[in-house]
């Protein structure tokens, strides 16, 4: 007598890899809970036996061959499809685009006995405990469980400079100064200039400086001058050996912009930290969410944005 | 003593020290930010690691003894501890949830000892090697020195991942060629790269 197709999948064990995997990668990663290295075993080992049932189930569909040979083959089938997608770059990289993300990560192949116990496994007969519907149903999620693999949990963290103080008002401009850029090779700063008055404000950036640890960077070219009824927004570039400073442990600073404005000058000043929460990555189980969408009303004229040629780049010194 | 000290050197699990050198990212300072007006710092771009890895565990490899005189080939087995230091890098950061840390491109050198040698009574020659990897991919070649027998020869491995093959020759004597796997577990010790084009790593 034939056997009703799909029995293997509408079984305990089979329920039970299919339990693991789907609250494994939807729930526990990223959570917390477990180790890393824990949760991305465990859906190797419960994927790894899930699997080859599921190519079980669709082989008995087409072939009409013995048994244990279907469930070997299926179990070889998978055993090399991952062992390739684990090892080989290219493979990788094509499973990847086609699936989703997939670690290339050997340490993974730790968990290819599973499939062997799958093929055992399904060399008996199994009683299934469900009835046609349950049987389909169990297909589809056995099938969707397989192929949604979840989205990479960690991004890499970097130290970033700081400023201690974000806003000012200097003459008639009311200045706020955020940190846009932050690495190797330098820091970017952001201003948001707006006049505190009703009427427009001049307003000019003479010149800046950071002085890093007493070392002093200056900005490299003055911004052209604004004319702010709306607030605009200016990019001002220092560019220094960043990674010696970090590695000199030179972490605090200090920002100065000599402005001048339609109705006198002054200085724009705060401390700067150079800031690291000690932990190489962390976990974003969550995708970033996109910035906010540019307001037409208050975006920056394009010959007020600071535009530097590559050459401009000063030395730390 | 000798089969204890052999399993000695097992597995002991897998560590990943980050140090702080080269912390910071890479990025292009002199470009304006994509949003002007977004109050975070963009993301840096992943300089790519640097590594410094001690690989320790057992080597377990069988096969056969092919005698220089002339004389039937026999079955032989290998099974001992080995030791390995390599510097290696990777293009991007290695990811935390991986259990095993594996550079794209890595060399170093190590020693062993075959301390469960079948056939052979002595025990066993140790050896020193010289290694280099590419991904999953590793060669290694050195020279192996039994003491009991004085005697001594080449010694060359190619491996991928886990498994691999491996050829002694003990010169006068004959040579071994095994078939094997190595469980080893590793402690590493990782940095940034430093800004790119830079020797400064």
Not at chain 1, 290 to 307: N, T, Y
Request: aromatic share 10%; net charge neutral; glycine share 10%.
């Amino acid at each position: 007598m034939r056997r009703p197709l799909g029995a293997e999948l509408a079984t305990p064990e089979a329920f039970f890899a299919l339990l693991v995997l789907c609250v494994n990668d939807h729930l526990l990663k990223g959570s917390g809970l477990l180790p890393g290295w824990l949760t991305g075993k465990l859906s190797d080992f419960a994927g790894l036996f899930l699997f080859p049932v599921l190519l079980f189930v669709m082989l008995s569909a087409v072939f009409s061959a013995k048994r244990e040979r279907l469930a070997f083959t299926a179990a070889a089938l998978t055993s090399l499809g991952f062992t390739l997608v684990k090892l080989s770059p290219s493979v990788n990289g094509w499973v990847s685009g086609v699936w989703g993300p997939m670690r290339l990560d050997a340490s993974d192949l730790a968990a290819l006995p599973m499939t062997l116990l799958a093929g055992l496994w399904l060399v008996p007969r199994r009683e299934s405990i469900s009835g046609a519907t349950l049987r389909a149903v169990a297909f589809v999620a056995t099938a969707l469980a397989c192929a949604a693999t979840s989205r990479p949990m960690t991004v890499r963290n970097y130290p970033k400079w700081q400023l201690e103080k974000s806003s000012q008002h200097v003459g008639c401009a009311k200045i706020d100064a955020w940190v846009s850029k932050s690495g190797k090779e330098g820091v970017g700063i952001n201003l948001r200039v707006a006049s505190s008055r009703s009427d427009r404000c001049n307003v000019e950036i003479l010149s800046g400086v950071i002085d890093v640890g007493g070392k002093r960077v200056p900005l490299p070219r003055r911004p052209a001058p604004l004319n702010p009824g709306a607030p605009v927004f200016v990019y001002l570039p220092f560019p220094f050996d960043n990674e010696r400073a970090w590695n000199e442990g030179r972490r605090t600073a200090r920002l100065e912009l000599r402005v001048k404005t339609s109705s006198g000058g002054g200085f724009f000043a705060s401390e700067m930290q150079h800031e690291w929460d000690g932990e190489a990555h962390v976990w974003s189980p969550r995708a970033p969410e996109a910035p906010p969408a540019p307001d037409a009303s208050v975006s920056a004229p394009p010959d007020q944005a600071f535009q530097l040629e590559p050459s401009d780049a000063g030395a730390w010194e | 003593v000798k089969r204890s000290l052999a399993f000695g050197l097992l597995s002991l699990g897998c560590t990943v020290q980050h140090l702080e050198k080269n912390a910071p990212g890479s990025i292009a300072v002199m470009e304006k930010p994509e949003n002007m007006k977004l109050r975070e710092v963009e993301q840096q771009t992943d300089p790519g690691e640097r590594m410094l890895q001690l690989r320790y565990g057992a080597m377990a490899a069988g096969g056969f003894f092919i005698p220089e005189e002339q004389g039937k080939s026999q079955g032989s087995y290998g099974i001992g501890p080995e030791v390995t230091v390599l510097y290696g890098t990777r293009k991007y950061s290695h990811d935390d949830d991986a259990f095993w840390l594996m550079p794209d491109e890595a060399f170093g050198g190590g020693i062993g000892w075959m301390a469960l040698l079948e056939p052979g009574e002595s025990v066993g020659p140790v050896y020193g090697e010289l290694e280099y990897a590419s991904g999953a991919a590793w060669l290694t070649g050195g020279w192996a020195y039994e003491i009991d027998d004085e005697l001594h020869g080449p010694h060359v491995s190619v491996g991928f991942g886990p498994l691999f093959v491996r050829y002694t020759h003990l010169l006068d004597a004959g040579g071994l060629l095994h078939f094997g796997m190595a469980f080893k577990g590793q402690a590493s010790f990782v940095w940034n790269a430093s800004a790119r084009g830079s020797a400064r790593d």
